[in-house]
Nanobody, 124 residues
């Protein structure tokens, strides 16, 4: 079993920055890719960013490209999402997720483990 715990959410003004963290524990050796997803009220869960523990290739949704950066610390088994130039439309609950080797970086349904989520609110 793998446990994921997000932290770092909060309220920030438009144009501001926030850094989210996702700490993984348990059988983390069974995970290959880590992703960030978000869900606003009344909307579907959307892909935000993803990376792999090995290699470190990164993938981003077009809506956050150039503003968000995903990174990892393998020793701490922690993934980060640096969020800059935040917009009100970034307001959502942000979820950390993990999947095994096989699967898509972009599809939430391919991820096996999910954190509890952390709220990000961007005021205008």
């Amino acid at each position: 079993q793998v446990q994921l715990v997000e932290s770092g959410g909060g309220l920030v003004q438009a144009g501001g920055s926030l850094r989210l963290s996702c700490a993984a524990s348990g059988r983390t050796s069974s995970t290959y890719a880590m992703g960030w997803f978000r869900q606003a009220p009344g909307k579907e869960r959307d892909f935000v960013a993803a990376t792999a523990w090995s290699g470190g290739a990164t993938y981003y949704a077009d809506s956050v490209k150039g503003r968000f950066t995903i990174s990892r610390d393998n020793a701490k088994r922690t993934v980060y999402l640096q969020m800059n130039s935040l917009k009100p439309e970034d307001t959502a609950v942000y979820y950390c997720a993990a999947r095994a080797y096989s699967g898509s970086y972009y599809k939430g349904s391919d991820y096996h483990y999910w954190g509890q989520g952390t709220q990000v609110t961007v005021s205008s």
